[in-house]
């Protein structure tokens, strides 16, 4: 796995691990893993734009399947657009080169951000326009594009989702726009707070981590013979935008409080990209079922980080 110490790949490394056994999974990281993580197993230093060095590593771990997670993220990657290119589309037409040399299939991670403004905003379709304007966006459809590609020109095995925004209480996100729902969870702990930089109506669709790696590991046991889409499935559990998320957090949290400052850059990012997304074809081809909602999602974040941040225990009622 690339990106293994990044918000998906610290919690995808141990489902792995525990699925297929400690030895089986070796996690990668362009940082260098913390000392004391408790994690167990094989750990290397990979960067993605050295081809050489993921060969390395596939080579001489026997690597069959390559989890490609190492990306930045909207925000940081608007900052830095050149750096994004880079990374995200160096990086993973390396990793298709290597996994084509080396018989690896490969999970490689989309999102609602590769879809645009010229998108139907609603029940976004799986098979729709996709001409985003920001640059996440253009390597995210780039990415789609050159995976189907391998698979299509070298039988590659290659799967993805196109995420919508994911909430976690393990590692934090780094440079997203649908960052604002994990910090208002922090917020509400820390400060019975949060200051958000999206407008209160910016909906978009969310994700609990736990359903997100559970996708993952579906979608790359599927049966290759039901799969149409394969790059990528659109996917969703919850939908709400910021007001929605500030009044269920409010159940559990009475008194907590949020007000706005809207960051024009994470907001434009945000209206380029789909209200609601329609997730049928993963729903049909692999029997996709979320099993987090909004409540729960809710109740199990708080329940959690309540303990993480502060030493009594104040679970959600
Ligand atoms: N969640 C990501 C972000 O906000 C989009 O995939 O950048």
């Not at 596939?58 to 990657?77: E, K, M, N, P």
């Amino acid at each position: 796995m690339t990106g293994a110490l990044g918000q998906i790949g610290s919690e995808l490394v141990s489902a792995l691990r525990s699925r297929y056994g400690v030895d089986r999974v070796v996690a990668s990281d362009v940082r260098m893993h913390p000392r004391g993580s408790g994690q167990n197993g094989a750990f290397e230093y990979v960067d993605v734009t050295n081809g050489r060095q993921l060969q390395g590593v596939v080579r001489r771990h026997g690597v069959d399947t390559i989890y490609h997670l190492a990306a930045l993220l909207s925000a940081v990657a608007e900052e830095k657009p050149q750096v994004a290119w880079n990374v995200n589309m160096g990086g993973l037409y390396r990793v298709l080169e290597v996994a084509r040399e080396n018989h690896c299939a490969v999970f490689h991670p989309s999102s609602i951000g590769a879809f645009g403004p010229g998108t139907p905003r609603e029940a976004t379709p799986q098979d729709t326009i996709q001409r985003p304007n920001t640059i996440y966006g253009v390597t995210k459809v780039s990415a789609e594009l050159l995976c189907d590609y391998y698979h299509h020109r070298f039988q590659v095995e290659t799967r993805g989702l196109r995420f919508p925004g994911l909430i976690s209480h393990v590692a934090p996100p780094g440079g997203g726009t649908s960052d604002y729902a994990v910090e208002m969870f922090f917020g509400a702990i820390r400060h019975g707070r949060y200051t958000c930089f999206l407008r209160p109506d910016s909906s978009m669709d969310m994700m609990f981590m736990p359903d997100a790696i559970r996708a993952t590991i579906e979608l790359m046991e599927a049966d290759a013979n039901k799969l149409i889409h394969r790059n990528a499935f659109n996917l969703t559990a919850m939908n709400f935008n910021p007001r929605d998320l500030a009044a269920a957090i409010a159940v559990c949290r009475p008194g907590f409080e949020i007000d706005y400052e809207v960051d024009p850059v994470r907001q434009a990012i945000a209206d380029s990209w789909p209200l609601s997304v329609d997730d049928r074809a993963a729903r049909e081809e692999w029997g996709w079922r979320p099993e987090y909602d909004l409540a729960r999602t809710c109740e199990e974040m708080l329940d959690v980080l309540a303990k993480k941040l502060k030493p009594e225990d104040e679970r959600c009622p």
